[in-house]
């Protein structure tokens, strides 16, 4: 069993902690009752064409918000009418019908929307036979199956609110919506559901299909729950022991994927109330085991501001913030709302990437341990300048932007994909990266984090490297030759080479 990682190392860079300087966003707030506790996530994609992401933020009670960037880490608020909605829980970009314009699937306590990307950024609703009811939608995630044209969207709803016994043991359905032709029919129920707050289509062990896996919130189906992974068959079917599936019962908030070991499969990262939990695949099938806390990424209590309470984390992202070659974590931290069990002063946490697997918290440091009750996040180059920025939803406080401008960091290549068919920024692609016996692998996914992801270049931190070799495994299998580039700069790899 694959209990501990092996490193392949390579020399690197000595670098200084990151250091992130706030700046100034519009005024935005998450706001709302008991159905905004979850939620409150931000989109970053770039809709005006300019290669600099936007952001749209879920505002809850309050209309959700556009923010335009005017670049140099200025923004305005410019929302069209289409986008102004109430009871939004967060939004995830993708290009829905594949017209190289990104387009956006918004969840709300409410009718969920698929919204067309017209260009300079404005949008309206799609035709597509997509129908939505008012639920309660908190989880998000896409990936294109063989042949089809269209997405498959899964959605994720939290507690039935029609249920009068509710909430607690009151957990909703999750919807699978697969496309027929060009056009949605009515969603598939997968069944049990546990409260979803995360979800993310990825191929975990190369086998050339993506599954779903499901993070729940134990809080509230209490019984009989656990964490979920749905094999997409033809009919879908819940991994169990017999498939290597172990039984894991947190209460799931986020879910973060990354290879950390240089072995081509991703590990798994997941938010709680109370720990963190890092997890490493295990022998075969979807067999994964906690790590030890000797990794350093339990996150479990607050680090800074004498809260010795429990954590409760909910947005996670990795990346490599200082372009050293190890990817580093972003955990968005902030109570429900007042759990006296839970923190109330409860930093976020930005933690440290090394070459032997360990974790180092430098948030305090770096300058973004806010105590906000923080919920959304996203890890983005905001300003091209190869350095990945942070901005952060907060519940019922103003968002927070962090420009990062550490000094010293390393070498840095952005890739975005592009093919001329259906699905044309590859989502479900690989997308290797070799200096030396080194190799650094990620895949294109939509959904995981909580309420909101980010569309846009694959980033990869690369130490000292000044050239390096890239190939793509597009998503239908058949791998592209690999090319020899230099490092910090953004490329775009297509198709046809």
Request: net charge negative.
């Amino acid at each position: 069993m694959k209990l501990s990682m092996v490193l392949i190392l390579l020399p690197g860079v000595a670098l200084a902690d990151p250091v992130f300087e706030p700046r100034t966003l519009p005024e935005h707030i998450y706001g709302g009752g008991w159905e905004h506790f979850v939620g409150g996530g931000v989109a970053a994609f770039d809709c005006s064409g300019d290669g600099l992401p936007e952001l749209l933020a879920a505002g809850g009670e309050n209309p959700a918000q556009l923010m335009l960037n005017q670049g140099g880490m200025q923004f305005t608020a410019e929302t069209p009418e289409a986008l102004a909605l109430t009871g939004v829980i967060g939004a995830y970009p993708l290009d829905i019908d594949s017209d190289g314009v990104l387009d956006l699937a918004v969840l709300r306590v409410g009718e969920n929307r698929l919204m067309r990307g017209l260009g300079g950024c404005d949008f309206a609703p799609f035709d597509l036979g997509f129908t939505s009811d008012a639920r309660w939608t908190t989880a998000f995630s896409a990936t294109w199956e063989a042949g089809e044209t269209l997405p498959t969207l899964a959605f994720g709803n939290y507690v039935d609110r029609s249920d009068p016994e509710g909430p607690f043991e009151a957990c909703d359905a999750n919807y699978l919506y697969r496309p027929d032709g060009d056009r949605y029919g009515p969603p598939i129920r997968l069944e049990p559901g546990f409260c979803a707050l995360s979800m993310l289509f990825t191929d975990w062990g190369r086998q050339g299909r993506a599954d779903l896996r499901v993070s729940n919130d134990r809080h509230y189906y209490v019984r009989g729950g656990q964490e979920q992974m749905w094999a997409m068959t033809t009919d879908p079917r819940l991994y169990g022991a017999e498939d290597g599936w172990n039984t894991h019962q947190l209460w799931g908030m986020g879910i973060a994927s990354r290879d950390l070991d240089g072995d081509g499969l991703a590990e798994v990262y997941l938010t709680s109330m109370g720990d963190q939990r890092l997890q490493l695949r295990a022998g075969e099938g979807p067999a994964y085991v906690d790590a030890p806390y000797a990794r350093g990424a339990t996150a479990h209590r607050p680090y800074t501001g004498g809260d010795g309470r429990p954590s409760t984390g909910w947005h996670a992202q990795f990346g490599d913030v200082d372009n050293d070659g190890w990817d580093d974590l972003f955990v968005a931290k902030g109570n429900v709302e007042q759990m006296p069990g839970s923190a109330m002063d409860d930093p976020n946490n930005l933690l440290m990437g090394s070459a032997d697997g360990v974790f180092r918290e430098v948030g305090l440091q770096a300058g973004v341990a806010s105590m906000a009750r923080s919920r959304g996040a996203a890890l983005a180059d905001l300003d091209g300048d190869g350095r990945l920025d942070l901005v952060v939803v907060n519940r019922r406080a103003e968002m927070e932007l962090y420009r990062n401008v550490s000094n010293d960091t390393g070498a840095w290549l952005q890739i975005d994909l592009a093919q001329g068919t259906a699905n044309r920024l590859a989502v479900g692609a690989f997308v290797e990266v070799r200096a030396g016996d080194r190799v650094w692998t990620q895949e294109v996914t939509v959904g995981g984090g909580h309420a909101g992801g980010v569309a846009g270049p694959l980033h990869f931190g690369l130490g000292d490297a000044e050239a390096v070799e890239v190939r793509v495994i597009w998503p239908d299998g058949v791998a592209g030759a690999w090319q020899s580039v230099e490092t910090d700069q953004r490329m775009t790899i297509t198709r046809d080479g």
